[in-house]
Structures are given as structure tokens and as C-alpha cells.
């Protein structure tokens, strides 16, 4: 999922070969050009994550020789993104010295599980059922450990409206708006201009409207009889400023990225198209404004009951300060495509891509 109705624009992460012998012994910072840099450092991330790593090849002695199965594929309107995020994961997993198999998820997956028992699945589906606990109920049921977030953490953070009340309970900044049907989204103005519609359950901006001052009418692709993003949709006032994202592994943030788009805002294919918008790592901002990015994205992750992975999406209203960030989502399924940000903010701290997809393998439990 990655609804970001408002965001910015992407270089390829970095972490092709040239990029994954990164230490693990001391975090390497990378500007927007690849360059090294002192400044905003992840303290003790890279360190962190091969201490976990080594420890329970220790404890086990059987890490590299686990069976893992990677889900990918599904068949939500972020089919293609799960494959492009799959196909890497599994790669970094063989090359680890695991034994992969790649599962292009159907309706029968349970039965697949249970003839192929594999020792963990690592979970790379993005939307329905992959991100919204269904398919995390599912491996519960049938016993095998998995990646990322549990059942009900999926399911909450999934559902947007609910998530902004929790969240806001927690004391993260959301959005203000309303949650109703998209025909009367379509039939009038609910908010002044400029406001962003945005389906409830939906992630990667699909279904998402930015509706502008000079929009007579609401988008009338609301009314379509092929509309397949849900009956209730969100609408948020408009949040002007930069577009930031920041990651959680574990129980520590990760770098913040601001995203500059090449298109009007940060959609699907300024996602997922290359040279589509521009990382820059660190964010250009205010370092007490990178600080309380960091502090509020581990605040959501805790709130929502995340594990493993997850990512928050902010607007920030940069003539306002530290009070003018905004928590737009968290993300229980992050992208790990090549024009992704987790594996950006995990190369900014040190951790190469094979070292980020054996952790998220080593970190699959039960019961989360």
C-alpha cells in the first residue's frame, strides 16, 4: 500500500552491486547523488540488524538452510507492483543461501502452503489479501511464520479512516476530512478546493484525486460502473508543501526521504516508472523536523501493533515547522521495487539489500 495522495518524485534505489558491499560495521549516509554524508545519520541501524542476524544464526545454526516461500503476485489492482517486488526479495534470498520458492498467490493459496511447508513466508503482496490481515490470518491458521505486520495490525492500518482515529489517539498529526459514499463524493463539493479523495482501503495513489480550485465538479470517475476501489472514500483537505517518508524496522526509524515527483503529484507511476520522482536522502529539512519525522513514524508503527517493516507517509507544510507535518498513511507492506524507498533508507543506514531481505526473513514469527 502506498496511498500518498500528495508526494514527490524517484532515482532507482541504490542498491545495485555496486552498492551492496556497504559495511555493516559503520552506517554509510548517502546524499540525493550518492555521495557520502555525515549528516542525519541512523545511529547503530547497520549494527543493529547484523547483530540480530548473527545471533540467531548462532541460536539455530540452520538460517541459511530455511525454506522460504515468497508471496507475490495476488490479485488486487497492485498485482504488477507485488511482482516487481518479489522478483529482487527472492533473488537476495537465494544469493543468502536460502532455499526460495516463488509463489504467485491465488485463491487456493492455503493448500499451497500446506504441500509446499516451507519454514517461513516472506509476505511481498501489496493491497487485498496480502496487506489487510487476510492473508496473515491465513498463515496463522495453517502455522507458518511470516514477515512483517500481524492480523489485526494489517487490518487496521489498511483501513484508513480507522487508522487516522488511532493514530490521532496517539498523539500523530492526521489529516482532518470525512469519510463518505463515492456517489455523494461525486455529486458536490465536501470540502473547498483543494481537497484529495482517496479510496479507504486502497494503497500506490490508485483511486486517488487531487481536486483543485478550478474544479467546477467533483471527478465524475466516481460514478463509473467499472469502479473497483470500494464504495467509501476519504476526503481530505489538501495539504501543500514536500512530500516525506520514513521507515521502521524493527523498533528503530530509518532515514527520511522527501520524494519530488516528475508528474503533478506522487501516483502510480511516479512510483513505479524509473526517473517517475526523486529521492533525496536525507530529506533537505529542518533537523528538528527530521528528528520528529523519525519519532512520529515509530509512534505509528507502536500504535497501530506493527512489526517487521513498515513505512509512514507524511505532508509537511514547511512554513509552519515541526507543526506542520501530517501522517498520511503507514504502510504495512512497503514496496520493494526498483524504484522503491525502503531499500534506499536501508542502504542511507548501512544495510545492503541482501542484508534487508535476511532480516525480514529471520524476523517472520507467529502470533504478531
Known amino acids: 500500500m502506498g496511498d500518498q495522495a500528495h508526494r514527490r518524485e524517484g532515482l532507482a534505489p541504490s542498491w545495485p552491486a555496486g552498492r551492496r558491499d556497504l559495511p555493516l560495521d559503520g552506517a554509510a549516509n548517502l546524499d540525493s547523488s550518492g555521495a557520502e554524508t555525515n549528516q542525519f545519520p541512523v545511529p547503530g541501524a547497520a549494527q543493529h540488524v547484523s547483530a540480530a542476524l548473527q545471533t540467531r544464526d548462532r541460536s539455530t545454526g540452520l538460517a541459511l538452510t530455511k525454506h522460504v516461500a515468497v508471496l507475490m503476485g495476488?490479485?488486487?489492482?497492485?498485482?504488477?507492483?507485488?511482482?516487481?517486488?518479489?522478483?529482487?526479495?527472492?533473488?537476495?534470498?537465494?544469493?543468502?543461501?536460502?532455499?526460495?520458492?516463488?509463489?504467485?498467490?491465488?485463491?487456493?493459496?492455503?493448500?499451497?502452503?500446506?504441500?509446499?511447508?516451507?519454514?517461513?513466508?516472506?509476505?511481498?503482496?501489496?493491497?487485498?489479501?496480502?496487506?489487510?490481515?487476510?492473508?496473515?490470518?491465513?498463515?496463522?491458521?495453517?502455522?507458518?511464520?511470516?514477515?512483517?505486520?500481524?492480523?489485526?495490525?494489517?487490518?487496521?492500518?489498511?483501513?484508513?479512516?480507522?487508522?487516522?482515529?488511532?493514530?490521532?489517539?496517539?498523539?500523530?498529526?492526521?489529516?482532518?476530512?470525512?469519510?463518505?459514499?463515492?456517489?455523494?463524493?461525486?455529486?458536490?463539493?465536501?470540502?473547498?478546493?483543494?481537497?484529495?479523495?482517496?479510496?479507504?482501503?486502497?494503497?500506490?495513489?490508485?483511486?486517488?484525486?487531487?481536486?483543485?480550485?478550478?474544479?467546477?465538479?467533483?471527478?465524475?470517475?466516481?460514478?463509473?460502473?467499472?469502479?473497483?476501489?470500494?464504495?467509501?472514500?476519504?476526503?481530505?483537505?489538501?495539504?501543500?508543501?514536500?512530500?516525506?517518508?520514513?521507515?521502521?524496522?524493527?523498533?528503530?526509524?530509518?532515514?527520511?526521504?522527501?520524494?519530488?515527483?516528475?508528474?503533478?503529484?506522487?501516483?502510480?507511476?511516479?512510483?513505479?516508472?524509473?526517473?517517475?520522482?526523486?529521492?533525496?536522502?536525507?530529506?533537505p529539512i529542518d533537523q528538528a523536523v527530521y528528528a520528529e519525522v523519525q519519532r512520529l513514524s515509530l509512534a505509528a508503527h507502536n500504535a497501530l501493533g506493527c512489526r517487521g517493516i513498515t513505512r509512514a507517509d507524511f505532508r509537511y507544510d514547511d512554513s509552519k515547522g515541526v507543526a506542520g507535518l501530517s501522517c498520511l498513511e503507514v504502510n504495512t507492506q512497503p514496496g520493494m521495487t526498483q524504484t522503491s524507498l525502503v531499500p534506499d533508507m536501508a542502504t542511507h543506514a548501512g544495510i545492503a539489500f541482501e542484508e534487508l531481505v535476511r532480516w525480514m526473513i529471520e524476523d517472520a514469527s507467529l502470533d504478531r
Open 74 to 283: 495476488g490479485w488486487s489492482a497492485e498485482r504488477e507492483v507485488s511482482l516487481s517486488s518479489g522478483k529482487p526479495c527472492a533473488d537476495a534470498a537465494e544469493k543468502a543461501g536460502y532455499r526460495v520458492t516463488r509463489v504467485d498467490v491465488t485463491r487456493d493459496i492455503a493448500a499451497t502452503l500446506r504441500d509446499l511447508k516451507p519454514d517461513v513466508a516472506l509476505n511481498l503482496l501489496h493491497g487485498r489479501p496480502g496487506e489487510d490481515g487476510t492473508l496473515q490470518g491465513i498463515l496463522e491458521i495453517v502455522g507458518i511464520p511470516y514477515s512483517h505486520s500481524g492480523v489485526l495490525a494489517s487490518a487496521l492500518a489498511m483501513q484508513k479512516d480507522i487508522a487516522k482515529t488511532v493514530l490521532k489517539a496517539a498523539g500523530v498529526p492526521v489529516p482532518g476530512g470525512l469519510v463518505t459514499t463515492r456517489a455523494a463524493a461525486a455529486k458536490k463539493h465536501l470540502l473547498p478546493p483543494p481537497y484529495v479523495i482517496k479510496p479507504v482501503a486502497e494503497g500506490s495513489s490508485v483511486g486517488v484525486f487531487i481536486v483543485r480550485e478550478d474544479h467546477k465538479h467533483p471527478p465524475q470517475e466516481l460514478t463509473r460502473a467499472d469502479w473497483s476501489f470500494g464504495e467509501t472514500v476519504l476526503v481530505e483537505p489538501f495539504i501543500p508543501g514536500k512530500e516525506l517518508t520514513c521507515a521502521v524496522m524493527g523498533d528503530k526509524p530509518l532515514g527520511v526521504i522527501e520524494i519530488v515527483p516528475a508528474t503533478k503529484f506522487y501516483d502510480y507511476e511516479a512510483k513505479y516508472t524509473p526517473g517517475g520522482s526523486k529521492h533525496l536522502l536525507p530529506a
